[in-house]
């Protein structure tokens, strides 16, 4: 059985920085697209970080320069290292594993206000 678990979100101040850990079971997280969405009340989900099986990342224009997405194979786990929070980064962010199969986790809270 596939799982992903994320954590790690929380309330931070603008500015502040935040860890988000997918922790992976029932895969292999080097051989899958892995990816964070997230998204706000009332807004469309969006891709917000992603690495290919061969390390290749992509960013959402609004969040380069701020987050970084890495994994570590050996924990089964991708990480979105985010810092200089926003306000406008206030959503539910959900990691996914995609090939021809997909799998989601249950999302974590990340809210940024002062």
């Known amino acids: 059985q596939v799982q992903l678990v994320e954590s790690g979100g929380g309330l931070v101040q603008p500015g502040g920085s935040l860890r988000l850990s997918c922790v992976a079971s029932?895969?292999?997280?080097?051989?899958?697209?892995m990816a964070w969405y997230r998204q706000a009340p009332g807004k469309q989900r969006e891709l917000v970080a992603s690495?290919?099986?061969?390390?290749?990342?992509n960013y959402l224009n609004s969040v380069k320069g701020r987050f970084t997405i890495s994994r570590d194979t050996a924990k089964s786990t991708v990480y979105l290292q985010m810092n200089s929070l926003k306000p406008e980064d206030t959503a539910v962010y959900s990691c996914?594993?995609?090939?021809?199969?997909?799998?989601w986790g249950q999302g974590t809270q990340v809210t940024v206000s002062s």
């Open positions: 996914t594993a995609q090939r021809w199969d997909s799998y």
């Open positions: 029932g895969i292999s997280i080097n051989i899958y697209f």
């Open positions: 690495i290919t099986s061969s390390g290749i990342t």
